[in-house]
């Protein structure tokens, strides 16, 4: 008899949680050229993740219908794992744990704002991440102890949720992502400048606390720095009310302060060629994937002192830590690079991991499937 897989994903349809649902849906595709395995994808859009050898269920909803997740995770799963008759793996992509039949269930945890402290001025730029940070402790709980399994991307969040939820360590399975990799790109050789360049590639949300840098450019013009730095931001200023703020507050003012806007692989990589410094500012995060994209290319960082940064760059030996909540910290690091004082940067020690860890989805399905062989 053939094993049954079920992925559940109708929330996942951009950014870095659709690359997850694109790279297992890959290797599931895989997996289901042979006969002994059978795949189905509950997915939002199959066009976003197409592969061959699945089985695909799509269901969507306009945005902001709740009422319809809920139905969908808490009575509509149920309903479908019960016609099925018989599933072997029920993995969840997106945070809940749905009611379902199966011998095992599992579920992917991505959502770190359950150990995020918002604050006030958050709830008038972007309340659906304060939202996200008040109740995601609740959605987490729903149903967790039927769980054999919980996937998370770093130590701290298992650490974490073990701390929180009470968890037995054993049901948390470690999955970093893959390794990052430099994009190839025909790139012209950087021309040495005297300007001292730092980077900030991140979306405009208000926990990336883009504001911090702007404060420490702030700080450091008044200081008459102007000519000997620049800091390259990926936010518009339209993008929505934060952004429209970051722009009216510190991006019309200062010419130094680049708000280049959204940037494709491409652009995005051939401006870490040709940039001095990563700064990584944002007070929470699952991974943060600029941080690996950057230490690819052996630069300075300076990123937020959390967790999270810590384990991120990992084996990385340029870096220095920053307390997120102080641009004044923050703006002495970058004037000491602006001149040319490296005693600050340390090289980040490698992390040793505890089992259960998953390398790659051959390695998390194995232990997903109880499969040792």
Not at 117 to 146: A, D
Not at 176 to 204: C, D, G, H, R, T
Request: net charge positive.
């Amino acid at each position: 008899m053939s094993k049954t897989i079920v992925i559940s994903a109708v929330n996942l349809n951009k950014g870095g949680t659709l690359t997850i649902l694109q790279d297992c849906l890959s290797y599931l595709s895989k997996l289901g050229s042979d006969s002994d395995y059978k795949i189905i994808a509950i997915v939002n859009n199959r066009k976003l993740a197409d592969f061959g050898n699945i089985e695909y269920f799509e269901f969507s909803w306009p945005k902001k219908m709740w009422l319809n997740r809920i139905f969908f995770e808490y009575i509509y799963s149920r309903i479908i794992s019960s016609r099925l008759k018989h599933v072997d793996l029920w993995l969840s992509l997106h945070d809940t744990t749905p009611y379902v039949k199966a011998n095992t269930r599992a579920v992917y945890c991505h959502n770190p704002f359950a150990f995020y402290k918002s604050n006030l001025r958050e709830l008038f730029f972007t309340p659906k991440i304060v939202l996200f940070s008040w109740f995601s402790k609740y959605i987490y709980k729903i149903n967790q102890n039927s769980n054999d399994y919980i996937i998370v991307q770093q130590k701290w969040f298992k650490d974490a949720m073990i701390d929180m939820f009470n968890i037995n360590k054993n049901k948390l399975i470690l999955a970093p992502p893959p390794p990052a990799q430099i994009v190839s790109l025909n790139k012209k050789v950087k021309i040495e400048s005297s300007i001292y360049s730092f980077i900030f590639a991140s979306s405009p949300n208000s926990h990336k606390n883009f504001e911090c840098i702007c404060q420490a450019s702030e700080l450091l013009n008044r200081k008459g720095l102007q000519t000997k730095f620049k800091v390259v931001i990926t936010v518009k200023g339209d993008e929505n009310a934060y952004a429209a703020w970051l722009y009216k507050n510190w991006g019309i003012k200062y010419s130094n302060l680049y708000f280049d806007g959204f940037l494709n692989k491409d652009s995005l990589f051939e401006l870490y060629s040709n940039s001095d410094c990563l700064i990584f500012p944002s007070k929470v995060e699952t991974w943060g994937l600029p941080i690996s994209e950057f230490a690819l290319y052996k630069k300075p960082m300076l990123l937020a002192d959390l967790p999270y940064a810590h384990e991120t760059a990992a084996g990385a030996k340029l870096v220095s830590y920053f307390n997120p909540e102080s641009a004044e910290e923050l703006a002495q690091k970058m004037e000491d690079l602006i001149n040319g004082n490296t005693s600050i940067l340390n090289e980040q020690p490698p992390i040793k991991y505890e089992e259960p860890v998953a390398n790659d989805w051959e390695e998390l399905f194995k232990v997903l499937l109880k499969d040792d062989n």
